[in-house]
């Protein structure tokens, strides 16, 4: 299975953005989808995840209330949409899925600066 993140770009800060992750199979199949980011010489970090079963959701502390993971199913995407974006935000963010391992994106560059 592929993941292929999209929608990353330059956006000031309190700006919005949305970005999606394409896979190459029904993401039915992992067990939960989601998203992490790397900020500049820092560790990868959890964003957000939607668990297949139930479909609990759960988001990094930085992340609830500002941004909103969603997937659809019959498109197989998951979806990021970020609002109220700062500096710190900067990052690459990577859509994973997991069943049996983890299957990451490529990533997807977000830059919030003014």
């Known amino acids: 299975a592929r993941l292929v993140e999209s929608g990353g770009g330059l956006v000031q800060p309190g700006g919005s953005l949305t970005l999606s992750c394409a896979a190459s199979?029904?993401?039915?199949?992992?067990?939960?989808v989601g998203w992490y980011r790397q900020g500049p010489g820092k560790q990868r970090e959890f964003v957000a995840r939607i668990i297949r079963d139930g479909g609990t959701i759960n988001y990094n502390d930085f992340a609830e209330g500002r941004f909103t993971i969603s997937r659809d199913d019959a498109k197989n995407m998951v979806f990021l949409q970020m609002n109220s974006l700062k500096p710190e935000d900067t990052a690459v963010y990577y859509c994973?899925?997991?069943?049996?391992?983890?299957?990451w994106g490529q990533g997807t560059q977000v830059t919030v600066s003014s």
């Open positions: 199979t029904t993401i039915l199949m992992f067990y939960d």
């Open positions: 994973k899925g997991r069943w049996l391992k983890d299957f």
